[in-house]
Structures are given as structure tokens and as C-alpha cells.
């Protein structure tokens, strides 16, 4: 029994000696092989990835330069504080929106200090008002004002009696301030309205100029017409009106020429500036036929003016051309 367990004792270990270092050489090349797989496949990866990366930084630095070289990306890119800033702005602004929404809506401000309030007012007669009544109750306010309050300044429309030379101006509106003069050629019908602005301007100077000037004027005009007109060859009735038309312009043109020429006896109307004593103490003087009185704080550009005729009585025409 002894001896039959020696010979299988002997054998196995004779097949260990034969298997053992042969089986062991095959898992030292296999575990090798796996070895080498792994350590490929690692190294491939990470050199795919490597040039992933590299390609990828690439483009994106060829982006960088493409779009931060130029604008405000590159003020930026000089200037990194500002970006900062942006950041902070944008913050801000959100902030402050957010806060508004949730706010109640404001309510619409009065006029500050200082700002002009605009009012409106008109001076003159209106149209189918009796002329006389008229005159009647503004000389009534005139002086009232002068007794409640004859430091306070108005603006104010002065009608005249008659037609006054330029040169008579400056006598008959002393105390006060002329900002505005109306001309017109007397006893001319359809004859041109000229409104002169006078603020801020010597009067002895600017009327006569604007007289001799409008007297060429019109002369021209009166020549140029009469021109026109004997261009007309009359067959039709409708020619011959067309003419006497031209004639009739012409005529009244020439009228205007002198009318502003010599004395330039024109000026029917003045819009003054003064305190209430002063224009009360227009009423007195001769040529005036009436003084009307602005609410106080109109300024001179919201100033409607009818400036009436030194003829006209009765009801009051409507406003001419």
C-alpha cells in the first residue's frame, strides 16, 4: 500500500515538473499581451484626446483672434477693468428695473421754477363786436390797473386815430416799450398789412428803412404788372378782364410805393410793453383811440393780435389779409 502511494506521489510530481513551467510561461505571456493591449489602448486614447484637445484649442484661439482682434471685444481684451464694469452695469440696470416695476407710477409733475407756463390771449376787437363798446370796456381795465397795480408790466394793443408818419413813433409811445408796429398804405382797399417785429431794435432806424425798402417794392411790383398786362392780346372778354386786373394790381401797387415813400404816414396799430401807469397814460395822448391790456404773464409769442383801422366803426369785420 506504502509503495503504491511512493509511485503516485512520484508521478504527479514528475507532471509538475513537466506542466507547471510550460503553463506558467503561457500566463506570463498572456498577462503580458493583456498588459500591452491595455497600455496601447490607454495611449491611443489619450493621444486622440491630446489632439482633440489640440485641435480644439486651436480653433478656439483662431476664434479669439478673429473676433477679439477688432471692436469692443478687443477694448475688452486691452482693457479688463471694463469688463468689470459692464458686468456691474448690467447688474445694476437689472436691479433698478426690477425695483421700477414694483413701484407705483408717478404722478405727472407740475411746472418747475423758472419754466414758461404757456397762456394765450387776444387782443383787438372781435369780428361783429361793436368797435366803440369794445374800446370802451378795455379803457375801463387800463384803468383799473393803474390803480391796483401800476407797477406790474403788461403787453398791451394800441389803436391809433389816424394813420401815423414812422418819425411819430417814438413821441407818441414814450414810457413804453413798442415790441410790434402795423403798416398799412391808408385809403388803399385790399392794400398789404405788414407786421413789424420791434423788439430790442431802435425804431428810428428800423421804420424808415423798412418804409423805403417796402416803397421799392411795391413800385416794382406796379411795373412789373403793367408789363404783364400789355402782354395781353384782348379778343375774348375773359382777356380784357384778365387785363384789367393786371391794371387794377398795378394801380394799387403804385398807390402802396407812395404811400410808403416821404413821411410814410402808415402805422395804424402798436403792440407796447409797460407797466399799468404807463398805459393808462396812453389814453390821453393824441392819436390814441385805445388801449387793451394782456392778462398778466403773457409773453409776446402767445399773443393773438386784431389790429384795428383807424376807420373802422361799427361792428368789427373779420380779420383781412
Do not use: N, W
Not at 484649442?57 to 482682434?69: E, F, K, M, P, V
Not at 410814410?264 to 390814441?288: K, P
Amino acid at each position: 500500500m506504502s509503495g503504491l502511494r511512493d509511485r503516485l506521489t512520484g508521478r504527479l510530481a514528475e507532471l509538475d515538473r513537466r506542466l507547471v513551467p510550460s503553463l506558467a510561461r503561457r500566463l506570463r505571456t498572456a498577462v503580458d499581451g493583456g498588459a500591452r493591449a491595455r497600455r496601447a489602448v490607454v495611449a491611443t486614447t489619450t493621444r486622440t484626446a491630446r489632439q482633440g484637445a489640440s485641435a480644439l484649442g486651436t480653433g478656439l484661439d483662431r476664434l479669439d483672434a478673429r473676433l477679439a482682434s477688432r471692436g469692443p471685444l478687443a477694448l475688452l481684451r486691452e482693457v479688463p477693468q471694463l469688463a468689470l464694469l459692464l458686468v456691474a452695469a448690467v447688474f445694476v440696470s437689472g436691479s433698478l428695473a426690477a425695483v421700477r416695476l414694483t413701484e407705483p407710477a408717478p404722478r405727472s409733475p407740475g411746472p418747475a421754477a423758472g419754466d414758461r407756463v404757456l397762456r394765450t390771449a387776444t387782443l383787438g376787437v372781435p369780428p361783429g363786436t361793436d368797435v366803440d363798446e369794445h374800446l370802451a370796456g378795455a379803457r375801463e381795465v387800463v384803468e383799473a390797473l393803474a390803480d391796483r397795480a401800476p407797477d406790474t408790466r403788461y403787453l398791451a394793443l394800441v389803436s391809433l386815430t389816424r394813420h401815423l408818419p414812422v418819425a411819430d413813433v417814438p413821441r407818441l409811445a414814450e414810457g413804453v416799450d413798442v415790441v410790434r408796429a402795423y403798416l398799412r398804405a391808408p385809403d388803399v382797399e385790399g392794400a398789404e398789412t405788414i407786421e413789424v417785429p420791434l423788439s430790442g431794435v431802435t425804431l428810428s432806424a428800423v421804420l424808415p428803412a423798412l418804409c423805403t425798402a417796402t416803397s421799392g417794392r411795391k413800385a416794382s411790383d406796379a411795373e412789373s404788372l403793367r408789363t404783364l398786362a400789355g402782354t395781353i392780346e384782348v379778343v375774348t372778354t375773359e382777356e380784357q378782364l384778365q387785363k384789367d386786373d393786371f391794371l387794377a394790381e398795378a394801380d394799387r401797387a403804385a398807390a402802396e410805393a407812395a404811400a410808403f415813400g416821404d413821411d410814410c404816414a402808415t402805422v395804424f396799430a402798436l403792440v407796447v410793453q409797460g407797466d399799468g401807469a404807463s398805459l393808462s397814460g396812453l389814453l390821453g395822448r393824441d392819436g390814441v383811440r385805445g388801449v387793451e391790456a394782456a392778462p398778466v404773464g403773457v409773453e409776446l409769442l402767445d399773443l393773438e393780435v386784431l389790429p384795428l383801422l383807424p376807420a373802422t366803426t361799427g361792428p368789427a369785420p373779420e380779420p383781412g389779409p
